[in-house]
């Protein structure tokens, strides 16, 4: 069993911690819920820390000029200006935020496909178009290579793996960073190779070759770099081939000992993984126990087989596509 270093997620404040809607309610999250257990959240709600109180009248984004604005119809306010101070504030507070999970489709918080109205006039209703709110555009803008989602999105099976696999690696990462410690790099290079190889061979490679620090640059540009590099690996859900490419090579380590039933069972279940009918940890799940029953130091450390805790593993998924 490995242990796991707690992710630092910044939260819509409205998702299970406070209820500061529009309309003084709260928006139930399921996955919010499970991951409090595991997780450092930092609630927080733009709308209510720039004082427009709760409940309040609901604002929007308005068309103006080449921008948006926020504005609320009932009393005619711009909170533009407001917003973008808050924004810039609380933002740099959040320097070492692993991820955020935000409200869809706020003013504020929504992250993309949020109604941009035509201008402040309240009696025109149809939408001109779709943006981000004015917070999550500025989350999406400052933390480039960050796992930023909504909540909507991460009813996704796909895209919730994606997500806390990327997480607790960034997290885990953090400690390392922290370190300073050269050994507990090339660790972590050892324990995330088949993860990376999944993500992305290219990177991977290239991680592999910052770590061996071959010239024996100084320990910050050698973490800096390879930071930058992890953040473009995980930036990507997996392909589904690349996943079976690994799932095939762990499964290498065992193929003498296997009989040529449990082989075509195994190799049936990447199929059947591969035509979206069952999620990777299924999988890795059966991997795992080869593992169990085989022994391997080298696929047991490896976060692949793992990437986050097993009491987050859950099938539930919104239909809406695989990896969108
Ligand atoms: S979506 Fe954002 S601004 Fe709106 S209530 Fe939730 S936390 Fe507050």
């Known amino acids: 069993m ?12 409205c998702l299970e911690f406070e209820a500061c809607r529009y309309n003084a309610l709260s928006v139930a999250c399921p996955l919010v819920r499970d991951l409090m257990p595991f997780v450092d959240f930092r609630p927080a ?12 009248d609901p604002i929007r984004l308005v068309r103006d000029g080449d921008a948006v604005a926020l504005y609320q119809p009932a009393t005619g306010r711009d909170v533009t200006a407001l917003m973008d101070d808050f924004t810039q504030r609380h933002l740099a507070t959040l320097r070492d935020a692993d991820g955020f999970i935000l409200k869809g489709r706020s003013p504020s918080c929504g992250i993309k496909d949020v109604k941009v109205y035509p201008d402040r006039d309240p009696a025109k209703t149809p939408i001109t178009g779709k943006a981000a709110g004015l917070y999550g555009g500025a989350v999406i803008a400052a933390f480039p290579g960050r796992a930023i989602e909504d909540e909507g999105r991460l009813e996704n099976f796909t895209i919730r793996e994606h997500f806390l696999t990327r997480i607790f690696a960034l997290a885990e990462f953090r400690g390392v960073y922290a370190s300073g410690s050269m050994a507990r790099l090339v660790q972590f290079q050892a ?18 070759r910052i770590t061996a620090n071959p010239g024996g640059r100084p320990w910050r540009e050698t973490i800096d770099e390879y930071e930058t590099h992890l953040r473009a690996a995980l930036s ?3 392909r589904f081939q690349s996943n079976i490419n690994v799932l095939q090579h762990a499964m290498g380590y065992f193929s003498e000992g296997m009989s040529a039933s449990e082989k075509r069972f195994l190799l049936g279940e990447f199929e059947t993984y591969r035509a979206g009918k069952i999620p990777l940890s ?23 087989f793992a990437p986050y805790p097993t009491e987050l593993v859950s099938i539930t998924d919104s239909g809406k596509g695989r990896g969108a």
């Open 2 to 13: 490995r242990s796991f270093a707690r992710p630092i997620i910044a939260v819509s404040a």
């Open 45 to 56: 709600c733009p709308e209510k820390a720039i004082g427009l109180g709760v409940p309040r």
């Open 191 to 208: 324990d995330n190779k088949l993860l990376l190889m999944a993500y992305n061979q290219t990177e991977m490679r290239a991680l592999g």
């Open 236 to 238: 990507r859900v997996p």
């Open 282 to 304: 299924a999988v890795t799940g059966i991997i795992r126990a080869l593992i169990a029953r085989f022994g391997s130091d080298y696929l047991s450390r490896q976060t692949y």
